[in-house]
């Protein structure tokens, strides 16, 4: 995640060019940007199976109340915080609705659902995923391209402002939703040894479709793929899923490996665990701060590499100091990338450590 918006802000291509690009890319490149389209799907499912955790703790009415305001209060950051983080635009001439808004408004959705059986909950997160690229050649309307077709569609609220939806509903919901379902494997009744063999049976059956249904190439993704005149570019093209939104292709073949990773990493320890453990303890509160680094970061080297203050904005770009041509090469973005995360640590730790020892009710929603 923080590897994806740091080749946002630093790459000296990230504003001109796309990273997936058949024609431009290079195995570099292409497997820096491909490699993050794990985060954002793995966020919301394990956001949903995060919810199950809390069936025995709370009445289910108490769970559907807790959802409707952190799914309010989520959007209200994501429109506020997080917009402000990403564009430092003190007039918030632009909102952009990313993964925060897509979990607020799914956590929304569940809301209402959650007094279902946990079945019907997967049943219909599998449905909406399984189905919802039939809606991609649906009739023009307002709705379904708020809900579900838009990529990167700019909606104008009143002169001079307006949103940028990168996350349309629909899809999301499913996938939020199929976490919380299978999030009735982590309860304490599940034997460990039957939830490793469900996840990766579950995981390799869904990355097994994945390559089937890509290889008939009919369904599962606006994008289509061809052979290419060399081998890798081939791969290129079959592996250049979409995200925006998240076709069936895209969710199966992200989720699938995540399922597997849960399977291995279930008994994992030592160092590198721990440090892990830090960051995953505190991911709201890591995804917001690291916008701001990031952007901080992004005005300082900004006013280093000789622009001014007539350049701060840029009709070419969303973000304020950061014009098309700002940028380092790739080498660069990687040391960046493992310095702001480096940085994050300590504020992390801290914030994960405050969690655990005091019990405010407005922890839950941080």
Not at 242 to 256: E, N
Request: aromatic share 18%; hydrophobic share 50%.
């Amino acid at each position: 995640m923080a590897l994806d918006h740091v080749r946002d802000f630093f790459h000296v291509s990230a504003i001109t060019g796309d990273p997936l690009d058949l024609q431009t890319t290079n195995p570099a490149l292409y497997f820096t940007r491909w490699i993050t389209h794990f985060c954002a799907p793995l966020f919301v499912f394990l956001s949903g199976l995060s919810v199950h955790l809390m069936n025995g703790r709370k009445s289910k009415a108490e769970i559907s109340k807790y959802l409707f305001t952190r799914g309010l209060w989520l959007i209200f950051i994501e429109v506020t915080v997080i917009s402000f983080g990403f564009t430092f635009n003190p007039f918030m001439n632009l909102i952009v609705l990313q993964v925060i808004w897509a979990i607020g408004i799914s956590f929304l959705a569940l809301s209402v659902f959650v007094f279902l059986p946990w079945q019907a909950i997967l049943g219909i997160g599998l449905f909406i995923t399984l189905s919802h690229n039939l809606l991609d050649k649906a009739g023009p309307s307002a709705f379904m391209e708020f809900a579900h077709n838009t990529r990167y569609t700019y909606y104008q609220l009143f002169p001079g402002h307006g949103v940028m939806v990168f996350y349309p509903f629909i899809p999301w919901i499913g996938i939020l939703f199929m976490g919380y379902g299978l999030g009735r494997l982590f309860l304490q009744d599940v034997s460990v040894a039957k939830r490793r063999k469900i996840l990766i049976t579950t995981g390799l059956t869904m990355i097994a479709l994945f390559f089937v249904v890509r290889g008939i190439n009919n369904y599962g993704d606006p994008r289509t793929w061809a052979p290419q005149a060399t081998v890798l570019k081939t791969i290129y093209a079959f592996m250049n899923i979409t995200k925006y939104p998240p076709s069936l292709m895209y969710t199966l073949i992200t989720i699938g490996p995540g399922l597997l990773l849960l399977a291995a990493l279930e008994h994992a320890r030592g160092k590198l665990a721990g440090i892990a453990k830090v960051y995953g303890s505190v991911p709201f509160f890591y995804y917001v701060l690291h916008f701001y680094i990031i952007h901080t970061l992004t005005v300082i080297l900004f006013f280093a590499s000789g622009y001014g203050m007539n350049e701060i904005v840029n009709p070419q770009s969303p973000f304020l100091f950061r014009p098309p041509q700002f940028g380092y090469p790739l080498w660069i973005v990687y040391l960046i990338w493992i310095a702001v995360v480096a940085v994050l640590y300590r504020p992390c730790k801290w914030f994960s450590q405050y969690k655990r020892t005091h019990s405010y009710w407005w922890l839950s929603y941080l």
